[in-house]
Antibody, heavy 121, light 110 residues
């Protein structure tokens, strides 16, 4: 079964940056769109961004466009999220998730366990 | 994009059926058959339960079913069990080529 493992989270000051990573295994990573989804403490899920299998198309939620950049390295089976100009409201658990044939191509079928980003001075 | 609207909480006794609604617009729920549902237990990652409005992935109990009418999708859990107590979220693909999640519903088994 596919495994997704996130890393790179931590405590950062407002205005700071982080690079989140998601390593995929047991999974044809290069064939699928991938997404980042976040969840603020005690709150609901929020879709953040996604990227096409070949990296040619990227989409973002309005609240992060211009500050966050999604990318991938298919040779390393890895997904990334560069998060810049961080704000307190970006504090959340960040999950990577796939959209594959298993979920009809438009559902998030595999999820990682998440990496926590805390923005605080 | 505004979050899809779900009831904050739904409860039922063991063995009963409950239904969770998910209301959007013609730009998301009403415009596409790409509604999915997720179950999340405390401290755990979400698990997908339904895709394309009403399809169940392998391994998900047939007690879970989905439907849609207009701009509102629904998840029904029949034969409610203690293990079904969790948060549930809907999600939809949108006309902006993005996704939007619902506000989330806490299911309590009485």
């Amino acid at each position: 079964e596919a495994q997704l493992v996130e890393s790179g989270g931590g405590l950062v000051q407002p205005g700071g940056s982080l690079r989140l990573s998601c390593a995929a295994s047991e999974f044809s990573f290069s064939n699928y769109w991938m997404s980042w989804v976040r969840q603020a403490p005690g709150k609901g899920l929020e879709w953040v961004a996604n990227i096409k299998d070949d990296g040619s198309t990227k989409n973002y939620v309005d609240s992060v466009r211009g500050r966050f950049t999604i990318s991938r390295d298919n040779a390393k089976n890895s997904l990334y999220l560069q998060v810049n100009s961080l704000r307190a409201e970006d504090t959340a658990m960040y999950y990577c998730a796939s959209t594959t044939y298993r979920g009809g191509w438009y559902a998030f079928d595999y999820w990682g366990q998440g990496t926590l980003v805390t923005v605080s001075s | 994009q505004s979050a899809l609207t779900q009831p904050a909480s739904v409860s039922g006794s063991p063995g009963q059926s409950i239904t969770i609604s998910c209301t959007g617009t013609s730009s998301d729920v009403g415009g596409y058959n790409y509604v999915s549902w997720y179950q999340q237990h405390p401290g755990k990652a979400p698990k997908f339960m339904i895709y394309d409005v009403s399809n169940r992935p392998s391994g998900v109990s047939n007690r879970f079913s989905g439907s849609k009418s207009g701009n509102t999708a629904s998840l029904t859990i029949s034969g409610l069990q203690a293990e079904d107590e969790a948060d549930y979220y809907c999600s939809s693909f949108t006309s902006s080529d993005t996704y939007v999640f619902g506000t989330g519903t806490k299911v309590t088994v009485l």
